[in-house]
């Protein structure tokens, strides 16, 4: 065997928020075919994870910097990477894959490009998905999303083949076996699901008076982010502000921490549309998806129907325990089954043949080309400072120079601005448009 066959491979991972950091480093770790060298990339933005957050996402990497996309692209042509894991919004990936496409155009021994999503897809489906088209695996997280997935590129006319089934990368944790005392009730937060202020404190004081009527219960808020730090979605009314002031009973917590963690002491896992609830259901915890709010894609909580979790507050208050249909279960990938151990290995054997692919691989080929969107490619790129042929705009912010303390002061300045308008500013021009 080559030595070539035998050491690590290089992996880098471009991530824009904490949560895709935690994907994309998870999934960079599960569909490597040997062991790896991680090389990991923050993409400056509104929502770069702050050090806090870094840990409290519990995974590492051999190297970590925060770079701007002309930064990005420049350590792309420098650096001879084996595998590229893009773990950014759509409009990132579809910047980065034209970008990557000008900077590999002499390279045939490019990197394998793959992409994906962080958790369910409910909504954005066809322009969330032909952002992705272009790279060589998009990574459909159960049977039903790549059923979903192939059928939109084959609706467009847009080759299919990227599509690759596996699973959530961070599902795992010792099967849920009850008997915990006290008995723990977990409510799973969102940044931005519900929006408004009313549904927010709808939920908040429907879980105060869980807790009253169960004093013999932990009832436990699990929250994403501290104020002023920013997830994957804004959250304009942070719980934490919501609870100021209310008098909680003393059963009652605000929590942070790792997910997992949480669940290990997790008796009935409540949520609107979490994530959560499918890490969740692979443990086996009992999982219920609020219907209080109405069953509505804006909620995402249409996505469980057919789960069997569905159920409101006045059935969990009076001792419901949703079960979830296996049926459901299987299709969404929760491999409670103990199947989960095999999820990765199509996407796994699929690098090692793009890895070993002789002369390389041909170009990157995005399906949205100046060609077929010339008024829409244009701006998805200009946001990330690229010109439509790819390559970076003159004036590009540039990452090649660590930033000098005026810098870095004003960007700091910048980002608290920014949190103070979403939080604090936005929500009262809400109210007052409501009158």
Sequence with gaps: MPASATKPLRVAVLADSDTRWKWGT????????????????LLRGRATPTARQLG??????DSLREVTAAGFLRAMREEPYDVLVLALVGGGVQAMLHGLRRVWEDRPDRPVVV????????????????LRHGADLVLANSRQDAERFRAVYEGVGADAGAVTEVALPFLGGEPHTGGHEPCTVVFAAQPSVPETRTDRTYLLDRLVRHARLHPEREVLLKLRSRPGEHTTHIEELPYQKLARGLDLPANLRLVYGHMGEVLDRTDLLVTVSSTA???ALHRRVPTAVLTDLGVREALGNHHFTGSGCLASWDQ???GHRPVPDPRWLTRQGVAADG????????????????LDAPGGLPPLAPYYTPVTAPGYLPGVLARHH???DGTPLPGA??????????????????????RHGVQRVAPVIRRMGEL
């Design 339 to 354: 199947s989960y151990a095999t999820a990765f290995d199509t996407a796994r054997a699929r690098i090692a043949d793009l």
């Design 26 to 41: 998870l999934t960079a770790k599960r569909v490597a075919p040997r062991d790896i060298r991680l090389d990991g990339y």
């Design 277 to 279: 609830a499918l890490e």
């Design 386 to 388: 690229l010109a439509p």
């Design 316 to 318: 969990l208050d009076a």
């Design 56 to 61: 409290e996402v519990g995974v590492r990497a």
């Design 397 to 418: 912010p540039d990452a090649g120079r660590e930033p000098g303390p005026v810098r870095r002061i004003v960007r700091r300045t910048a980002r608290g601005a920014y």
């Design 115 to 130: 992409t994906g999503y962080v958790g369910v897809v409910y909504e954005k489906l066809t322009d969330g998905l032909l």
